[in-house]
């Protein structure tokens, strides 16, 4: 697989940017659905569990530096189109809203394989809210879309990249959502499979 170019065009870069201004009274919130939740790397002043809807947790991005290198790429996930998706959201201190979003553009945005959206994310506690949240561009040429489990094991199994094993990724976004309750039935066969190796 050979190494995908940085993407400069200026259209992406404003299709992948945040999905209108927030007014002036509103909460700036993180949507975490993998990494982010078991290792945000960004002060939080609010962590809840909640469900966002119209999206689902899909390994479907190809990594080629975090989990895995342009030779041997590891898998890592996205939020794709269809479903619902139960994850962490973070509440940010209004001071901290303009580093955090440049933490997470240096961290999530490397290849612009996401676009940023501001979705609806129903908390566990009842309260409704907009979440910054990091949806995969279906068009660029990291996304994998739906492969196949034997395709999924073995891209796992080989990724290891600056952030470390593809597998440790993996194991450790599963074993954080069962730690606070989540359940994820597209996934459950991985974290067998994984675990009996």
Not at 15 to 39: C, N, Q, T
Not at 90 to 111: G, M, P, S, W
Not at 144 to 165: K, V, Y
Request: with cysteine; hydrophobic share 40%; aromatic share 10%.
């Amino acid at each position: 697989m050979s190494k995908p170019e940085p993407v400069a065009d200026s259209a992406r870069k404003r299709r992948s940017s945040i999905a209108g201004p927030l007014p002036a009274d509103s909460e700036f919130w993180v949507f975490g659905y993998a990494s982010l939740m078991w290792k945000p790397g960004f002060e939080f002043e609010e962590r809840r569990r909640g469900i966002l809807r119209g999206f689902h947790r899909s390994l479907c991005v190809y990594s080629n530096r975090h989990r895995g290198t342009a030779e041997r790429p590891g898998l890592v996930m996205g939020l794709d189109r269809g479903g619902s998706c139960r994850g962490m959201a973070f509440r940010i201190a209004r001071e901290k809203v303009e580093a955090t979003h440049a933490y997470l553009t240096e961290r999530e945005q490397i290849n612009r394989v996401y676009f940023e959206v501001y979705p609806r994310v129903r908390l566990e506690d009842g309260r409704a809210i907009r979440a910054l949240a990091y949806v995969v561009d279906r068009s660029h040429v990291q996304y994998a879309g739906r492969l196949a489990h034997a395709e999924i094991l073995r891209l796992i199994a080989q990724g290891h990249g600056q952030s470390g094993a593809c597998r440790d990724y993996v194991l450790n976004t599963l074993r954080s959502m069962a730690e606070i309750g989540m359940t994820d039935h597209a996934l459950d066969w991985l974290e067998r499979e994984l675990s009996a190796r």
